[in-house]
T-cell receptor, first 112, second 109 residues
């Protein structure tokens, strides 16, 4: 079955450490997205990528970095520069602009 | 920043009743989409309505779109306890998808 896999489901880190969240898709989708969701809130866009080796900042890119070396993979690194990194992170993909997004089941990151 | 706003923020109804959620947006759109999110999970796409469509149905879901008012509504008929979830409207802004803050729907058995 095709889909998006985010791992791990729960992640705990100490303040000051960088951490990388994994996102892999086997849907052959060109576009991939990272969103952040805080309790009771909507989704805020961190980064998105339309094609391999290209990505753009979203609304809240500060303190985050991404890479898109392969079509299937779009890892997100939460750096120590991110002031409030504890949140629920969602990865998504779409076949093209204006198409529906397919989401992974998220990674809940807790930084203490 | 969010580019869609859902109304109400929260809605609580009895099983069997209809649930209506509204969404407003600010920019011109190609289409508007509705998604559902169960607690602690990813979002699931429900329905897409194109800018030249006024109404669309899918099972117990009915979506309307009024581009002159930049608004959309999602109606869930004959609600079930399993419909309890958060519902989001979303649309593309250039090449990226923007979501509203969502409506939290609780359906009591």
């Amino acid at each position: 079955d095709g889909g998006i896999t985010q791992s791990p489901k729960y992640l705990f880190r100490k303040e000051g450490q960088n951490v990388t969240l994994s996102c892999e898709q086997n849907l052959n989708h060109d576009a991939m997205y990272w969103y952040r969701q805080d309790p009771g809130q909507g989704l805020r866009l961190i980064y998105y990528s339309q094609i391999v080796n290209d990505f753009q900042k979203g609304d809240i890119a500060e303190g985050y970095s991404v890479s898109r070396e392969k079509k299937e993979s779009f890892p997100l690194t939460v750096t120590s520069a991110q002031k409030n990194p504890t949140a629920f992170y969602l990865c998504a993909s779409s076949i093209s602009t204006n198409s529906p997004l397919h989401f992974g089941n998220g990674t809940r990151l807790t930084v203490t | 920043s969010q580019q869609g706003e859902e109304d109400p923020q929260a809605l609580s109804i009895q099983e069997g009743e209809n649930a209506t959620m509204n969404c407003s947006y600010k920019t011109s759109i190609n289409n508007l989409q509705w998604y559902r999110q169960n607690s602690g999970r990813g979002l699931v796409h429900l329905i897409l309505i194109r800018s030249n469509e006024r109404e669309k149905h899918s099972g117990r879901l009915r979506v309307t779109l009024d581009t002159s008012k930049k608004s959309s509504s999602l109606l869930i008929t004959a609600s079930r306890a399993a419909d309890t979830a958060s519902y989001f409207c979303a649309h593309y802004n250039n090449n990226d998808m923007r979501f509203g803050a969502g409506t939290r729907l609780t359906v009591k058995p």
